[in-house]
């Protein structure tokens, strides 16, 4: 790429004839000779998109093809196409597509309906041993609920799939949850036996916090169908109560704090819509709902699930003046109600009205100078205002967290500002971060981007990231190969000049959106 540039890219077409790389996969399949080994290969990439290797063992269970026969037969066709590995633990050979992307383009432009991929499942199902991990691992893969809606599209197709899973399976924990979550989300799905389904895979492994986190969910669509306001809100009481359990349980995923959002704001809808609910009830309401997005998004910042939840309520709250008033209300009554003055803030500020936002921030600041949380609301919308000075985000920034707390975004967001301002205690606040107990994904997400496009030279370079000795900084910014083009990682070498962007991670300053440096040329 470094000499060639876009010759490079001409030499590609004219070598292809500009055929899209799924019609070149699809010709590849179609030249693979004898037919025995072309079916062969589809299995592999049948098993493969799922990102599962496919035993030798497995193979010659499907086609009744001895491994000393595939060897001699068919090995040689296939050779560039499926790759091979010995596993010294299984005592058996591994198959593999060359990648997982071009086993899913096998599956979807080979196998092109709903019957052909039904009749693929069933007879790789119908031979495999679970008691084989990586067999195990395609099982489950296969016959998850949500999958099986986008694979087969057909209730009565996708019905024979489980009767087969449970031949083999038996009463799996996992296999009855999967068929309780399809029979939740298909359409016209049967709620009644997706309950029944949810408390046998429960009766199987109690503890099992994604079978309680699904019967929340489970108990919110019964709700959300409820034919009198009795029986939702026993049915909203039962998904709380087991949200709430899991909330103090699990620690590594947003499930339980966005299913609770999504509780209280089904509560808030139904009260505003009825016209029953009081200004108290609204009140309390506003503010369980409020303090759980508040807390979710503390402990997960940039969670995708919360967010949603965040919006939803905001455009709900922004349409209804009923909502509004009670805000404004509540908060006249008590200022010193963090949560309901951070909301109250977030509508005005939604409208326009950032002054409102921010005298309504002040009051209750005032009113309540140590809470964490309104000091972490009025931080975030001074950042958003360029008459701040920085030094007034910081002193509010640091105000939001305490040493040892959960509250991961104001100290995230705290490490930056330092960042900014250059100041060296941001690498101790970003090394105490990253100790949260997050998960690996939440820990390393790229969040907060700076506007400025920095330059520098590679200091050092490892197999999966390097370093960038940032120009008139000199300081050293870490940048994974995960949020590099492979194009340009592979010709990253120790001394390239390059220039990049930053945003934030739990571990401190990142770069992503790399490119070599075109003024190196220039010069």
């Known amino acids: 790429m470094e000499h060639a540039g876009r010759q490079l890219l001409v030499a590609l077409h004219e070598a292809t004839r500009g055929i899209p790389f799924e019609d070149i996969i699809v010709d590849e399949f179609n030249t693979i000779i004898p037919q025995e080994a072309q079916q062969l290969y589809l299995t592999v990439c049948v098993l493969n998109r799922l990102n599962v290797p496919v035993r030798a063992g497995l193979i010659a269970r499907i086609h009744g093809i001895h491994f000393e026969h595939f060897r001699e037969r068919l090995f040689q066709p296939l050779e560039h196409v499926v790759n091979t590995r010995y596993d010294p633990i299984l005592r058996d050979y591994l198959y593999y597509a060359r990648h997982p992307q071009i086993a899913e383009i096998v599956f979807d432009r080979i196998l092109t309906n709903s019957e052909q991929r039904f009749n693929a499942y069933l007879n790789c199902l119908t031979h495999m041993n679970i008691d084989y991990d990586v067999d195990r691992k395609a099982f489950r893969q296969m016959i998850r609920g949500r999958s099986l809606l986008e694979v087969l599209c057909s209730h009565e197709l996708i019905k024979q799939i489980y009767s087969v899973a449970k031949d083999c399976a038996g009463n799996d924990a996992y296999l009855l949850h999967q068929m309780a979550l399809y029979e939740m989300h298909r359409p016209n799905g049967n709620l009644r036996q997706c309950g029944e389904l949810l408390k046998e895979a429960q009766g199987c492994t109690p503890h099992d916090r994604s079978i309680k986190h699904s019967m929340a969910e489970y108990y919110l669509k019964c709700a959300e169908g409820a034919r009198s306001d009795l029986e939702a809100e026993r049915c909203f009481d039962q998904a709380a109560g087991l949200c709430s359990d899991l909330k103090r349980r699990a620690t590594e995923d947003s499930y339980a704090h966005h299913t609770l959002a999504k509780i209280e704001l089904l509560r808030l809808k139904r009260a505003l819509e009825s016209d029953e609910g009081s200004e108290s009830d609204l009140e309390n309401m506003l503010k369980r709902i409020e303090q759980n997005l508040a807390d979710g998004l503390q402990k997960f910042p940039g969670d995708s699930h919360l967010l949603g939840a965040e919006a939803s309520l905001a455009t709900f709250l922004a349409d209804s ?57 009025y931080a975030r919308l001074l950042m958003e205002s ?9 002193y509010h920034l640091k105000r939001a967290f305490a040493p040892g707390d959960t509250n991961y975004h104001a100290q995230l967001l705290y490490g930056r500002q330092l960042f900014i301002a250059g100041e060296d205690e941001s690498r101790k606040i970003f090394h105490e971060l990253a100790k949260a107990r997050v998960s690996s994904e939440l820990r390393d997400e790229l969040l907060y981007e700076l506007g400025d496009v920095y330059h520098g030279q590679i200091v050092r370079l490892e197999a999966t990231y390097c370093f960038i000795e940032r120009d008139g900084r000199n300081d050293w910014i870490f940048a994974h190969r995960y949020n590099i083009d492979e194009n340009i990682w592979n010709v990253l070498i120790r001394g390239k000049r390059v220039k990049f962007h930053i945003a934030f991670s739990f571990r401190g300053p990142g770069a992503y959106d790399v490119a070599v440096d075109s003024s190196e040329f220039e010069e």
């Open 321 to 377: 003046d009923r909502a509004l008033r009670a805000l404004e209300k509540a908060f006249s009554a008590n200022p010193r109600n963090a949560y309901i003055a951070s909301r109250l803030a977030r509508c005005y500020d939604r409208t326009g009205s950032r002054d409102k936002a921010e005298d309504t921030l002040k009051k209750a600041i005032e009113a309540k100078r140590d809470d964490k949380s309104l000091h972490f609301a």
């Open 386 to 394: 360029p008459r701040q000075s920085s030094d007034n985000v910081l």
